[in-house]
Protein backbone atom coordinates (compact mmCIF):
# COMPACT_ATOMS: atom_id res chain seq x y z
CA UNK A 1 0.00 0.00 0.00
CA UNK A 2 2.47 2.27 1.14
CA UNK A 3 4.72 1.51 -2.09
CA UNK A 4 1.79 2.26 -4.26
CA UNK A 5 1.26 5.91 -2.37
CA UNK A 6 4.73 6.60 -3.02
CA UNK A 7 4.29 5.71 -7.01
CA UNK A 8 1.29 7.83 -6.71
CA UNK A 9 3.10 10.77 -5.71
CA UNK A 10 5.88 10.47 -7.87
CA UNK A 11 3.82 10.43 -10.64
CA UNK A 12 1.63 13.52 -9.33
CA UNK A 13 4.98 15.33 -9.15
CA UNK A 14 5.87 14.49 -12.55
CA UNK A 15 2.46 15.53 -13.94
CA UNK A 16 2.46 18.79 -12.11
CA UNK A 17 6.18 19.17 -13.76
CA UNK A 18 4.92 18.85 -17.15
CA UNK A 19 1.74 20.94 -16.71
CA UNK A 20 4.16 23.43 -15.38
CA UNK A 21 6.55 22.82 -18.86
CA UNK A 22 3.39 22.96 -21.04
CA UNK A 23 2.36 26.19 -19.21
CA UNK A 24 5.40 28.10 -19.96
CA UNK A 25 5.23 26.79 -23.58
CA UNK A 26 2.06 28.25 -23.83
CA UNK A 27 3.26 31.25 -22.14
CA UNK A 28 6.41 31.44 -24.91
CA UNK A 29 3.66 31.53 -28.27
CA UNK A 30 2.51 34.63 -26.38
CA UNK A 31 5.81 35.89 -26.68
CA UNK A 32 6.17 34.85 -30.17
CA UNK A 33 3.52 36.63 -31.43
CA UNK A 34 4.44 39.67 -29.98
CA UNK A 35 7.95 38.39 -31.98
CA UNK A 36 9.25 38.22 -28.28
CA UNK A 37 10.47 34.87 -28.88
CA UNK A 38 13.47 33.14 -29.90
CA UNK A 39 11.92 29.97 -31.12
CA UNK A 40 9.79 29.97 -34.02
CA UNK A 41 5.96 28.71 -33.91
CA UNK A 42 6.54 25.64 -35.50
CA UNK A 43 9.06 24.54 -33.35
CA UNK A 44 6.66 25.66 -30.49
CA UNK A 45 3.66 23.81 -31.87
CA UNK A 46 6.30 20.76 -32.00
CA UNK A 47 6.98 21.42 -28.34
CA UNK A 48 3.64 21.91 -27.18
CA UNK A 49 1.90 18.77 -29.23
CA UNK A 50 5.01 16.65 -27.62
CA UNK A 51 4.39 18.17 -23.91
CA UNK A 52 0.86 17.74 -24.36
CA UNK A 53 1.37 13.90 -25.22
CA UNK A 54 3.73 13.80 -22.21
CA UNK A 55 0.64 15.37 -20.24
CA UNK A 56 -1.56 12.83 -21.36
CA UNK A 57 0.53 9.67 -20.28
CA UNK A 58 0.97 11.13 -17.06
CA UNK A 59 -2.48 11.78 -16.48
CA UNK A 60 -3.43 8.16 -17.66
CA UNK A 61 -0.68 6.53 -15.38
CA UNK A 62 -1.70 8.90 -12.48
CA UNK A 63 -5.20 7.16 -13.29
CA UNK A 64 -3.91 3.60 -13.05
CA UNK A 65 -2.02 4.14 -10.17
CA UNK A 66 -5.13 5.66 -8.09
CA UNK A 67 -7.24 2.54 -9.53
CA UNK A 68 -4.84 0.19 -8.07
CA UNK A 69 -4.79 2.04 -4.78
CA UNK A 70 -8.57 1.93 -4.55
CA UNK A 71 -8.32 -1.76 -5.58
CA UNK A 72 -5.76 -2.61 -2.57
CA UNK A 73 -7.71 -0.05 -0.45
CA UNK A 74 -11.44 -2.22 -1.43
CA UNK A 75 -9.31 -5.58 -0.88
CA UNK A 76 -7.24 -4.58 2.64
CA UNK A 77 -10.86 -3.51 3.54
CA UNK A 78 -12.39 -6.65 2.90
CA UNK A 79 -9.65 -8.99 4.22
CA UNK A 80 -9.92 -6.96 7.26
CA UNK A 81 -13.95 -7.80 7.12
CA UNK A 82 -12.96 -11.02 6.82
CA UNK A 83 -10.36 -11.26 9.99
CA UNK A 84 -12.98 -9.63 12.34
CA UNK A 85 -15.48 -12.17 11.13
CA UNK A 86 -13.25 -15.08 11.64
CA UNK A 87 -11.95 -13.26 14.84
CA UNK A 88 -15.60 -13.29 16.51
CA UNK A 89 -16.25 -16.81 15.08
CA UNK A 90 -12.95 -17.63 17.36
CA UNK A 91 -14.73 -15.88 20.62
CA UNK A 92 -18.24 -17.39 19.65
CA UNK A 93 -16.23 -20.95 19.24
CA UNK A 94 -14.98 -20.64 22.46
CA UNK A 95 -17.98 -20.06 24.63
CA UNK A 96 -20.19 -22.01 22.96
CA UNK A 97 -21.71 -25.70 23.10
CA UNK A 98 -21.00 -28.70 21.69
CA UNK A 99 -24.27 -28.35 18.65
CA UNK A 100 -22.77 -24.16 18.30
CA UNK A 101 -19.40 -25.38 17.62
CA UNK A 102 -20.38 -27.79 15.21
CA UNK A 103 -22.78 -25.37 13.25
CA UNK A 104 -19.81 -22.77 13.17
CA UNK A 105 -17.47 -25.22 11.80
CA UNK A 106 -20.49 -25.88 9.34
CA UNK A 107 -20.45 -22.27 8.33
CA UNK A 108 -16.53 -22.30 8.02
CA UNK A 109 -16.11 -25.02 5.79
CA UNK A 110 -18.06 -25.39 2.48
CA UNK A 111 -16.63 -28.90 1.35
CA UNK A 112 -14.31 -32.19 2.75
CA UNK A 113 -13.07 -34.45 0.61
CA UNK A 114 -11.74 -37.64 1.64
CA UNK A 115 -9.52 -39.72 0.14
CA UNK A 116 -6.86 -42.84 0.53
CA UNK A 117 -4.36 -42.84 2.79
CA UNK A 118 -5.86 -40.35 5.02
CA UNK A 119 -5.27 -37.59 2.45
CA UNK A 120 -7.83 -34.62 2.70
CA UNK A 121 -9.12 -31.71 1.01
CA UNK A 122 -10.77 -28.70 2.86
CA UNK A 123 -12.80 -26.03 0.92
CA UNK A 124 -13.12 -22.92 3.09
CA UNK A 125 -15.72 -20.49 2.60
CA UNK A 126 -13.28 -17.97 2.63
CA UNK A 127 -9.34 -17.87 1.15
CA UNK A 128 -7.10 -19.11 4.34
CA UNK A 129 -4.18 -18.42 1.81
CA UNK A 130 -4.68 -14.61 2.63
CA UNK A 131 -3.96 -15.27 6.25
CA UNK A 132 -1.69 -17.64 5.90
CA UNK A 133 0.41 -14.66 3.40
CA UNK A 134 -0.72 -12.18 6.15
CA UNK A 135 -2.13 -8.62 5.26
CA UNK A 136 -0.03 -8.36 2.46
CA UNK A 137 -1.39 -6.67 -0.33
CA UNK A 138 1.37 -6.98 -3.58
CA UNK A 139 1.11 -10.65 -2.21
CA UNK A 140 -2.68 -10.51 -1.56
CA UNK A 141 -3.12 -8.90 -5.66
CA UNK A 142 -0.75 -11.61 -7.09
CA UNK A 143 -3.23 -14.25 -5.87
CA UNK A 144 -6.52 -12.34 -6.88
CA UNK A 145 -5.37 -11.85 -10.68
Given amino acids: ?17 ALKNLNLLKEEIVKCLEGKSSFSK ?16 LDNIRESIKAELKQTENLQTELCNKYDEIISWSELFDNA ?6 MIV ?30 DAERVLDLSA
Fill in 42 to 57: DTLAGLISDTEKKCND
Fill in 97 to 102: TTEAKK
Fill in 1 to 17: MSERKLRLADAEREYAI
Fill in 106 to 135: NSMIKRIDVFRDYRLEIEFNFDIRQFFLGI
